[in-house]
């Protein structure tokens, strides 16, 4: 892709979405600035344009996550772990793959069981017209399945974007996005990878407007084929996946999501855990 076309891009995905973004730093609102990159109203931080889209992981926002008791040791596993993800999506994705059905496609790779296909199926449905966040898209293929959403895209890596695709690079645990704002967030897959899962965890109940649902999927710690399989690796002195630096049982989810929504559903499939939260009860501050 041309300059030229990059900043076209980046224009319309600026026209649609601006409303919905804010400064990470102080959650100011933001604006164009002679450059072409986005500048904070309230504190005057700017973020550049990388490949078309914006970029809100700077020095200044890593600078902020050590000051909410982020180690620099764990965020150079963070930025190793990232490494080991985007090889591996690299190599599984394809455009293939992003046209298949998505109750087929799920049913495929995760071989999950109907109540899970449905409430997905429900989840579509239910974002027609709304403002959807996708946090850690990966290569945004999911995408497809919202063309009558306001679909958004978020996640630190932008290699593997699809152009066209309304996405901004940033880190779940600074969001750059308004608060109140969205009517659906979708996390596939993610809450391994994160640098800091409560950090990440406070966003996304600052971002999800009153009313708001949550869709989220992890590994399943508690799951038998999980414990043997980690066993097995520990008998043969096989250390974990790089890019996974959390683990998670039903427990975490129950004690920080419990109090925040009207319906909580926390349900074991194959191996992972399912998250459904159906009516937030609260707005954000």
Same mark, same amino acid.
């Given at each position: 892709?041309?300059?030229?076309?990059?900043?076209?891009?980046?224009?319309?995905l600026?026209?649609?979405?601006?409303?919905?973004l804010?400064?990470?730093?102080?959650?100011g609102?933001?604006?164009?600035?002679?450059?072409?990159?986005?500048?904070?109203?309230?504190?005057?931080?700017?973020?550049?344009?990388?490949?078309?889209?914006?970029?809100?992981?700077?020095?200044?926002?890593?600078?902020?996550?050590?000051?909410?008791?982020?180690?620099?040791?764990?965020?150079?596993?963070?930025?190793?772990?990232?490494?080991?993800t985007?090889?591996?999506?690299?190599?599984?994705?394809?455009?293939?793959?992003?046209?298949?059905?998505?109750?087929?496609?799920?049913?495929?790779?995760?071989?999950?069981?109907?109540?899970?296909?449905?409430?997905?199926?429900?989840?579509?449905?239910?974002?027609?017209?709304?403002?959807?966040?996708?946090?850690?898209?990966?290569?945004?293929?999911?995408?497809?399945?919202?063309?009558?959403?306001?679909?958004?895209?978020?996640?630190?890596?932008?290699?593997?974007?699809?152009?066209?695709?309304?996405?901004?690079?940033?880190?779940?645990?600074?969001?750059?996005?308004?608060?109140?704002?969205?009517?659906?967030?979708?996390?596939?897959?993610?809450?391994?990878?994160?640098?800091?899962?409560d950090?990440?965890?406070?966003?996304?109940?600052?971002?999800?407007?009153?009313?708001?649902?949550?869709?989220?999927?992890?590994?399943?710690?508690?799951?038998?084929?999980? #414990?043997l399989?980690?066993?097995?690796?520990?008998?043969?002195?096989?250390?974990?996946v790089?890019?996974?630096?959390?683990?998670?049982?039903?427990s975490?989810?129950?004690?920080?999501?419990?109090?925040?929504?009207?319906?909580?559903?926390?349900?074991?499939?194959?191996?992972? #855990?399912?998250?459904?939260?159906?009516?937030?009860?609260?707005?954000?501050?």
């Amino acid at each position: 892709m041309t300059p030229n076309q990059q900043t076209n891009v980046f224009n319309v995905l600026i026209d649609a979405f601006i409303r919905s973004l804010a400064c990470p730093l102080c959650l100011g609102s933001l604006e164009h600035d002679n450059r072409g990159a986005l500048l904070c109203r309230l504190c005057n931080a700017n973020f550049p344009v990388r490949a078309g889209f914006p970029s809100f992981i700077t020095p200044r926002v890593l600078k902020l996550l050590t000051s909410r008791g982020v180690s620099e040791s764990l965020l150079g596993r963070w930025a190793e772990s990232m490494e080991s993800t985007y090889s591996w999506r690299n190599k599984k994705d394809s455009h293939a793959r992003s046209r298949a059905p998505f109750s087929r496609k799920l049913t495929k790779e995760h071989r999950l069981d109907p109540e899970v296909i449905y409430k997905l199926l429900d989840l579509i449905q239910l974002a027609k017209g709304k403002w959807v966040l996708d946090l850690g898209c990966g290569t945004a293929l999911r995408a497809n399945h919202f063309p009558d959403s306001n679909y958004l895209g978020l996640d630190p890596c932008v290699a593997a974007i699809n152009h066209g695709v309304p996405f901004v690079q940033g880190i779940a645990e600074c969001l750059p996005l308004q608060s109140n704002f969205f009517d659906v967030l979708l996390s596939i897959d993610v809450f391994d990878h994160l640098i800091s899962p409560d950090l990440a965890m406070a966003e996304i109940l600052r971002v999800l407007r009153p009313g708001g649902c949550l869709y989220l999927s992890v590994g399943d710690t508690e799951d038998e084929a999980y #414990l043997l399989h980690k066993q097995s690796r520990q008998m043969f002195g096989i250390s974990e996946v790089k890019a996974h630096l959390h683990r998670f049982d039903s427990s975490f989810f129950q004690m920080r999501l419990g109090d925040a929504f009207s319906e909580l559903e926390i349900h074991r499939s194959k191996g992972y #855990l399912f998250v459904h939260g159906k009516g937030k009860l609260y707005e954000s501050k």
